[in-house]
């Protein structure tokens, strides 16, 4: 590659991370765990489409598209959120839970514009609105390569394994960004792993992001 579009390239990508570095409430440590599971989906020729539980402004979204929409694997990427606001907290939320209930409202057309200002091909991207109890009945996803749960909230992140884990392909990919910090979110997910009786390894990101790779030794029943 010549001097020109080397500098052009490195330009365009600083300009994209800066793009969606400003549309994210994800650090850049999350950003890069979610962009590594991307790429190795496409490594580790895992087939299945991408899914986001908890869009907000379409940052760690578009992490994801922009690798996942060109994949030779014919990816289709799925964003669900209700852009209302932060839904209502139970008790397993804690303390301070209460204080977002309503905050994080946002407008889908402009996740679109960032996807499509950060390379995403949006023939791939479908933007699902309205709250999860709603929407996720509504869709058929067969085969899931990367789930993303960001959706922070006990009863939340709960509807998001009931959904869709089932349907995370073996050698799939399941990243929960708030299991280091908001209790409910935690509570949700060891109480799916108790229930199917689970012990997938939970690889730790930083203090709140966590992933794990569904394999069949983490499968004990
Ligand atoms: C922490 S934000 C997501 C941040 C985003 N992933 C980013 O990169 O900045 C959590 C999002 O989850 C959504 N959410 C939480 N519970 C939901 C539910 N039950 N139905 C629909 N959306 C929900 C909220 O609307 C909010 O936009």
Redesign the pocket.
């Known amino acids: 590659m010549s001097w020109l579009a080397d500098t052009l390239k490195t330009w365009h990508e600083k300009r994209v991370a800066r793009l969606i570095r400003r549309?994210?409430?994800?650090d850049a440590v999350r950003a890069a765990s979610l962009l590594e599971l991307a790429q190795r989906i496409d490594a580790e020729q895992i087939a299945g489409d991408v899914v986001?539980?908890?869009?907000?402004?379409?940052?760690?979204?578009a992490t994801m598209a922009r690798v996942a929409t060109h994949s030779p694997m014919r990816r289709t990427v799925w964003l669900?959120?209700?852009?209302?606001?932060?839904?209502p907290v139970t008790e397993a939320d804690g303390p301070g839970a209460e204080d977002w209930v309503g905050a994080?409202?946002?407008d889908a057309r402009k996740v679109e514009k960032l996807l499509r200002r950060t390379g995403a091909d949006l023939s791939r991207v479908r933007i699902v609105e309205?709250?999860?109890?709603d929407?996720f009945r509504t869709v058929e996803i067969p085969r899931i390569a990367l789930l993303?749960v960001?959706?922070?909230?006990y009863?939340?992140v709960k509807?998001c394994f009931e959904r869709f884990y089932d349907a995370v392909a073996p050698g799939g990919f399941v990243s929960i960004?708030?299991y280091g910090t908001w209790p409910g979110c935690r509570k949700a997910v060891d109480e799916f792993f108790v229930k199917r009786g689970l012990n997938h390894k939970m690889n730790r990101v930083d203090e709140t992001a966590f992933w794990f790779q569904k394999t069949e030794g983490g499968e004990t029943r």
Not at 52 to 61: D, H, I, K, L, T
Not at 130 to 133: L, P, R
Not at 150 to 153: G, N, T
């Open positions: 549309k994210s409430m994800i986001e539980c908890g869009v907000y402004r379409g940052g760690s979204a669900f959120d209700s852009f209302q606001g932060m839904p994080l409202a946002y309205g709250f999860f109890a929407t993303n960001d959706s922070d909230w009863e939340s509807l960004d708030d």
